[in-house]
């Protein structure tokens, strides 16, 4: 009997997905670089853990079971996990060492990315795709 491969509810993922984007913009309305650390910590805590409270307080407020809803593969959210949580950490060092450009440049990057999503294109699941891409072509020529 074959396992079912891990997968996340899609509404899940955009709750993980508003709160970058909502996170992102209080950030930089408020001033308040500190509030970056609460995606980057839930991000964090999902790849190590395999915990993200964000998702988890989410979960609580599902109409139906996780099973009846479309589901994200949970590889290509940990890989767009690892993006997002480079570029949070990035930008919310950039903020705390006065380097406002390099902090805003690294914050629109990942809240653009996380809006885009929302809207239908991941960004992440493209690059990834490339990126097996370019390994498969590259094993092809190695033989």
């Given at each position: 009997?074959?396992t079912?491969?891990?997968?996340?509810?899609r509404?899940?993922v955009?709750?993980?997905?508003?709160?970058?984007?909502?996170?992102?913009?209080?950030?930089?309305?408020?001033?308040?670089?500190?509030?970056?650390?609460i995606?980057?910590?839930?991000?964090v805590?999902?790849?190590?853990?395999g915990?993200n409270?964000?998702?988890?307080?989410?979960k609580?407020?599902?109409?139906?079971?996780?099973?009846?809803?479309i589901?994200?593969d949970?590889?290509?959210?940990?890989?767009?996990?690892?993006?997002?949580?480079?570029?949070?950490?990035?930008?919310?060092?950039?903020?705390?060492?006065?380097w406002?450009?390099?902090?805003?440049?690294?914050?629109?990057?990942?809240?653009?990315?996380?809006?885009?999503?929302?809207?239908?294109?991941?960004?992440?699941?493209?690059?990834?795709?490339?990126?097996?891409q370019?390994?498969?072509?590259?094993?092809?020529?190695?033989?």
């Open positions: 009997m074959a079912a491969p891990l997968s996340i509810p509404p899940l955009r709750t993980n997905q508003w709160s970058i984007v909502l996170s992102v913009l209080a950030a930089w309305l408020t001033g308040e670089a500190w509030i970056l650390a995606p980057l910590l839930s991000g805590m999902g790849l190590f853990f915990f409270p964000v998702m988890h307080i989410a609580m407020f599902l109409r139906k079971e996780p099973s009846e809803y589901h994200e949970w590889e290509q959210q940990q890989f767009n996990q690892i993006i997002a949580v480079v570029c949070l950490v990035l930008g919310l060092s950039s903020f705390l060492l006065g406002t450009f390099v902090g805003y440049v690294f914050t629109v990057m990942v809240s653009l990315s996380a809006f885009i999503a929302i809207l239908g294109f991941c960004i992440g699941c493209y690059l990834r795709f490339q990126l097996n370019y390994k498969y072509r590259r094993s092809l020529d190695r033989s």
